[in-house]
């Protein structure tokens, strides 16, 4: 049992170190990302290519005074902030970041790089949390006692109602392709090729499926374009323009924490997972560990750069635009792409 | 160590349910409704109902409570200031109804759960999504489909009764 426990505790100190370094990386990335995107330099004065403005950064917001608005809902405006980092830090439990190459670790088997002990509903559990993740916004929004904070709420629960439909179903289209909620044989089940030659991940088999997922997954992490909750140029900041200090660094974190599991979630549905195009190597031991994890790991980096290539090369929605791809566009693609799959799957291409 | 857990979800759920149903402020019911089915989620996950843990979390904290909050701030109620009409003998009739009601559920449920609190170990996988997938489209076909029309109905009608005054 303590064996069990044991590993347990290793794979969450694990997937919890590599989420909380990716967001002061991906701060930085941000910043320099978006100053190369507009031929700018962006941050380059505190270390080597201004890598350690993010250290610097924290600093500075530890430092800063916390500010209680006087007509604020106590108790919600101080707790809304930790609900953001505890719902996007436990999504994480349930991702599969490597393969389950056979390894123990103190005679108890490690079972893949999987925090959780490998459960029955994989995808629901991530889905099931991550559709929480909308309350700290909402809360955020109406503990405030400001009408833009406001706004920015109503936004955001409007908008995340919206496109987790679509969401969701893009992502039945995967589960039914694999015929498993486990993330580890939906995975699985992109190895090899289809029609001889292509990969065989959903991208390519269901690519509608895919655009809709990761457009869905865009407004669900509230980025650009669809950070109508933020809106700096209608709503100050939105919901969280009363945050100061540490609040306000803690809704700045869960945003890249969301992203950082987004983009794993693409990787692994869409995407292949650890499975690298056309080449079929067996998963085994240390190294194929070490492997699988890296490619994993490149293809979640490539995707959290696609999600700051985007902020900085796509203007925003206006909320009527947002609504009606939500339900108009997004909605009906969807349900083509569900059919495709049925289809394909009945017919036998698939 | 699993059964205590289990009466750790169900005296929370049984505690917020109360705090949703008494608070004064419509915010502090609406998340004590989230708690509470969360709550709720976790007594089902460890009965074995995993799948019916996540739907209830999807479902009801995710998408009806949201609509909810949604509600409450776009008519930006804070307070209800009074409960109920003030009838003393509705209050009674009320509380003593809802007390045996109660006392009903505890009974059936002492008769239901085995001495060696069995609960946990006795939970088939009737919850997981393969049987449940399954007896929805055979042996429930007919309701399922009945229930989607159903539902078809109520938007349509719920469209209908939005755009009444704009034709």
């Keep these: 049992v303590w064996a069990e426990v044991a590993v347990i505790g290793i794979k969450l100190a694990f997937g919890l170190a590599v989420l909380l370094t990716t967001v002061p990386i991906m701060v930085w990335v941000e910043r320099r990302g978006s100053a190369l995107i507009q031929d700018r330099l962006g941050p380059n004065r505190v270390g080597p290519f201004g890598l350690l403005q993010p250290v610097v950064d924290v600093v500075k917001l530890i430092a800063k005074e916390h500010i209680l608005p006087a007509r604020a809902d106590r108790w919600l405006f101080l707790l809304a902030p930790l609900f953001a980092v505890a719902i996007a830090l436990s999504t994480f439990i349930a991702v599969p970041i490597g393969a389950d190459s056979g390894l123990e670790l103190f005679g108890h088997p490690i079972d893949g790089w999987i925090v959780a002990p490998d459960l029955n509903i994989g995808l629901l559990y991530i889905f099931a949390i991550a559709s929480l993740g909308v309350y700290p916004l909402v809360l955020a929004g109406w503990s405030s006692a400001n009408k833009y904070a406001l706004y920015g709420g109503i936004r955001a629960s409007a908008q995340a109602i919206s496109y987790e439909l679509a969401m969701t179903l893009a ?3 995967v589960l039914m392709a694999a015929g498993s909620l486990h993330l580890q044989q939906v995975v699985v089940a ?3 090729t289809w029609l001889a030659y292509l990969p065989h991940w959903n991208v390519v ?15 669900e992490t509230n980025r650009v374009p669809f950070d109508l909750a933020e809106a700096e140029a209608e709503l100050v900041a939105g919901y969280h323009t009363e945050y100061s200090s540490l609040s306000f660094a803690a809704f700045y974190m869960s945003e890249y924490i969301h992203m950082t599991v987004a983009s794993a979630l693409i990787t692994l549905l869409y995407f292949g997972g650890w499975n690298l195009p056309w080449v079929d190597v067996p998963l085994t031991g240390w190294p194929g560990a070490i492997l699988s994890l890296s490619v994993f790991a490149f293809k979640v980096a490539f995707f959290l750069w696609f999600f700051v290539w985007v902020r900085w090369t796509v203007p925003r929605f206006r909320f009527d635009q947002l609504m009606a791809l939500g339900w108009k566009v997004m909605m009906p693609l969807a349900v083509v792409n569900f059919l495709w799959v049925g289809a394909a799957l009945a017919l036998g291409y698939l | 160590v699993v059964t205590w857990f289990f009466l750790a979800a169900a005296v929370v759920a049984v505690i917020f349910a109360l705090v949703a149903v008494v608070a004064r402020s419509a915010m502090t019911n609406v998340l004590a409704l989230v708690v509470m089915f969360f709550a709720m989620a976790a007594v089902f996950a460890l009965l074995g109902m995993d799948f019916l843990a996540a739907v209830q979390v999807i479902v009801y904290s995710g998408a009806i409570l949201v609509l909810f909050l949604f509600v409450i701030m776009l008519l930006n109620i804070r307070r209800v200031d009074r409960l109920g009409s003030g009838r003393a003998a509705q209050a009674l009739v009320g509380t003593l109804v809802a ?13 239901l759960v085995p001495e060696n609190g ?12 393969m049987p449940i997938g399954r007896a929805l489209l055979s042996t429930h076909l007919f309701a399922f489909e009945f229930i989607t029309l159903l539902l078809v109905a109520a938007i349509v009608g719920a469209v209908y009764l939005g755009k009444r005054d704009l034709r």
Excluded at chain 2, 99 to 111: H, I, N, P, T
């Design chain 1, 205 to 219: 088999t269901q690519p509608i499926g895919a655009l809709v997922f990761v457009v869905a997954v865009f407004a």
């Design chain 1, 171 to 173: 992502a039945v289209g």
């Design chain 1, 190 to 192: 992109q190895g090899g």
């Design chain 2, 118 to 129: 069995g609960v946990l170990r006795g939970a088939t996988a009737a919850g997981t999504a």
């Design chain 2, 99 to 111: 007390a045996g009601v109660g006392a009903m559920v505890l009974v059936l449920a002492g008769l």
